[in-house]
């Protein structure tokens, strides 16, 4: 009889109570403040979906079904970083002209259209930087004066979409190899990171084999994507490249770029 007193006496209590109770949202961090008032004042661009599809960056416009590589690459890496807790992911290749930067804008794009996910573009290919030129970017990028710590993140930074920010360079950098791996380069690429609140940040490398940069820098991220070209990188390069990142960093995996064959997909 005891047992069937105590639900009595909790029922009288929860009488008047709704069924479901208001779930208050967590409050929300000073950081992540910061970083939605700073996200929000970045300039804003539109991508010409023509204009970047000339350039093979298929993911601003969607209309050309290779599109869906990209898409399925997303789907991976972001389960990968979620898996693992990470953030930062180098992109590289063995040798120039494998598609890296390509890749990066497309994995960058295919990103934006996430909308619970924040993505930063960071071009760090400062010898032969390519970004700006393939999204045909307007006017000087400060790129360098940010690394060097004399232009605010502002300048630096321009959002496309609601989702995606870009930092670019319009022209190579003399030292780049001295830039790239100071100290105080990573620092203020680290205060970036903790200023805007990226859930992905994709910093384009130079080509492994090219120079010692490379090597110098994955330290500082969590992960690294190689790219190959078909019918151009020899596997002897894809071996020596993927065992020399896999001792600095974790490799995420090996993108095949340029492959002129592909098999039939589904019309979905």
Partial sequence: MEHIRTALQKAREQQGRPWVEEVLPPPLHAHQIEGDALWSRLP????????AGRKRVVTVGRSDPSHTAFDILRTKVL???????????????????????????????????QKDCRTVLVDLDLRR???????????PRPLESFLRGEKRIERAFERYGDNL???????????????LQSP???????DMARRLRPDVVIFDLPPMLANDDVMAFVPNVDCAILV????????????????EL????????????????????YGY
């Fill in 228 to 243: 190959v070209a078909a019918e151009a990188t020899t596997m002897n390069e894809a071996d020596l490249c993927e065992r």
């Fill in 44 to 51: 804003g661009r539109r991508a010409d979906p023509v204009l």
């Fill in 165 to 179: 920010a870009i930092a670019a360079n319009d022209r190579p950098v003399r030292f780049a190899a001295e830039l």
């Fill in 79 to 113: 389960q990968a970083l979620r898996q693992n807790k990470w953030t930062s992911i180098a992109i590289t290749s063995p040798t120039p002209g494998c598609g890296k930067t390509i890749v990066g804008l497309n994995l960058a794009f295919s990103l934006e259209h």
């Fill in 246 to 265: 896999s001792q600095k960093t974790n490799v995420l995996g090996i993108v095949l770029n340029k492959c002129r064959y592909m098999p039939d997909k």
């Fill in 129 to 139: 930087p390519q970004v700006a030129k393939t999204l045909n970017m307007s006017g």
């Fill in 184 to 190: 105080e380069t990573v620092g203020i690429l680290k």
